[in-house]
């Protein structure tokens, strides 16, 4: 939100240097390919197998998120970065999706829900 005023939240000490774990994400842009929500349970099997692991475990650790993990794809507009969309999620409803974000992407990606520029 550096665009609106806002700083990134941050849990690092004042006089410590501070790594921003979402850095990498940042210009990585999602793109959605249609307008309406993504049908995940259809289109799971079309996933490659390392990629349904992958999917299964963000569902087992990330159970109480889900909904959150829709939110980030509402916030996908075209312009937000995921870094933008992960802090957007947090301050929407306090969950730090940051380890699951970018699979999360990933996998829309590989499913053509999603395109990452």
């Given at each position: 939100f550096q665009s609106e005023g806002l700083d990134a939240p941050t849990d690092c000490l004042a006089s410590e240097p501070c790594?921003?774990?979402?850095?990498?994400?940042?210009?990585?842009?999602p793109v959605r390919l249609h307008r309406s929500?993504?049908?995940?349970?259809?289109?799971?099997?079309?996933?490659?197998?390392?990629r349904r692991r992958q999917w299964a475990e963000i569902q087992d650790r990330a159970r109480s998120h889900m909904a959150a993990l829709i939110l980030a794809v509402y916030?996908?507009?075209?312009?937000?970065?995921?870094?933008?969309?992960?802090?957007?999620?947090?301050?929407?409803?306090?969950?730090?999706?940051?380890?699951?974000?970018?699979?999360?992407?990933?996998t829309l990606e590989e499913l053509g829900i999603v395109k990452i520029k």
């Open positions: 790594e921003d774990p979402l850095s990498d994400l940042r210009g990585r842009v929500p993504p049908s995940l349970k259809k289109l799971l099997p079309d996933l490659s197998p390392e916030w996908a507009n075209g312009e937000r970065d995921i870094a933008e969309i992960c802090r957007r999620v947090r301050l929407e409803c306090g969950i730090d999706l940051s380890e699951h974000i970018e699979l999360l992407f990933a």
